[in-house]
Structure formats: structure tokens, C-alpha cells
């Protein structure tokens, strides 16, 4: 008989093996998970400290493993700790700043038949400072919806819980914050 691949072990069994105390089980649950918890982060404070707050993320997933019950879905658990930790080091800080989290990368372009001139590039590196100031610019509730959903692609029932407010309140977060990066980027746009 061939034993089951470590891949398949849910979270939650996973959990309940950390909770007793296997590291084998946790190094694989960080592995799976280290994306998520670092790039939402990132977008929320920066990469620069986005490994350490991630550290102690998953440090609090040790530590409270013995006591975890499955209550929601493990991701919408490891994002409330998330949340806590990066508004933690957010007023900490006195207010995060946003560092974009991906640079992109060389040679890449959107525009698939030709390199773009050095005006086109001049004005794509302008937009991206216009967004990051933007997206700083919000208050940090609804910058995590926002990077919740747009990054994350986390349903807003789930976003709800990780923020701890009503669905009807999730909404009514993204849409202001969606209006006003549309207000503070019309310029851009042509939508002046």
C-alpha cells in the first residue's frame, strides 16, 4: 500500500497534527500558505517587513494549534490573524505605507507586438506610483478588502469574517474604496 501523498492532508488535518506538536506538519501548512499571508502583507505595508510579520503569523498558527477548533475555513482563520498582526504594525508604525510587492519584471510588456517606447514606459511607471499612492492613501479597512478581494480573490462572506463586519459592510468598503482610487486616478484614466 502506498502511503498518501503529504499533499493531500486537509488544513484542518494538518492542524490537528500541529496541535499535537508535529513540525512536519507545520512546515507543510507554512509552505502552502506562506504566499497568501506574505503577498497580502506586502500590499498592506510593504515587503520590506512582509516576511517578519508573516513569521509571526505563522507563529501564532503554532501556538494556538492546541486550541483551534474548525470553526470557518482555515484561510479565513490564518487571515484574521493576518489582519490583526499587520493593523497591529500599521498603528505601530503611525500609518503603513504601501511598497508595491512585485516589481515587474524585465523584458515583460503588455504590449505584445512591439517594446514600448521609453514615453510609454515613463507613463506606465508614472500610473503604478499614482495606484501605490492611491491605495496608501485608504483607510486600512478597506485597503484589506480591497486586497482581499482583487488579490486574494476571497469571496466577500469570507472577507466579512476576516474583518469581523457584516456582508452589507464588506460591500460598502469595497465600493468606497473602489470610488476612490476611480477619483484619485480619473487623471489617468481620461476620466477627468
Known amino acids: 500500500m502506498v502511503p498518501p501523498d503529504e499533499s493531500e492532508e486537509s488544513d484542518e488535518m494538518l492542524m490537528q ?28 505595508i510593504g515587503m520590506a517587513d512582509a516576511e517578519d510579520v508573516a513569521q509571526q503569523v505563522f507563529l501564532n498558527v503554532w501556538k494556538s494549534a ?11 482563520w490564518l487571515l484574521t490573524i493576518t489582519k490583526r498582526l499587520v493593523f ?25 507586438d512591439h517594446s514600448p517606447s521609453p514615453d510609454e514606459q515613463l507613463l506606465a511607471q508614472e500610473l503604478h506610483r499614482a495606484i501605490e499612492a492611491a491605495m496608501e492613501a485608504l483607510p486600512e479597512r478597506e485597503r484589506l478588502a480591497l486586497v482581499l478581494r482583487r488579490y486574494q480573490e476571497m469571496p466577500y462572506e469570507e472577507i466579512a469574517v476576516v474583518l469581523g463586519v457584516s456582508l452589507p459592510a464588506v460591500k460598502s468598503l469595497l465600493f468606497r474604496a473602489r470610488n476612490t482610487l476611480k477619483e484619485k486616478l480619473a487623471p489617468y484614466l481620461g476620466a477627468e
Open 17 to 44: 497534527l500541529i496541535g499535537c506538536g508535529d513540525a512536519g506538519a507545520f512546515r507543510l501548512l507554512v509552505e502552502r500558505h506562506q504566499q497568501l499571508v506574505i503577498g497580502t502583507v506586502a500590499r498592506m
Open 66 to 76: 492546541p486550541r483551534w477548533r474548525p470553526e470557518a475555513k482555515f484561510t479565513t
Open 88 to 112: 497591529n504594525e500599521s498603528r505601530r508604525r503611525g500609518r503603513a505605507r504601501l511598497i508595491p510587492q512585485v516589481q515587474e519584471e524585465e523584458g515583460t510588456t503588455d504590449y505584445p
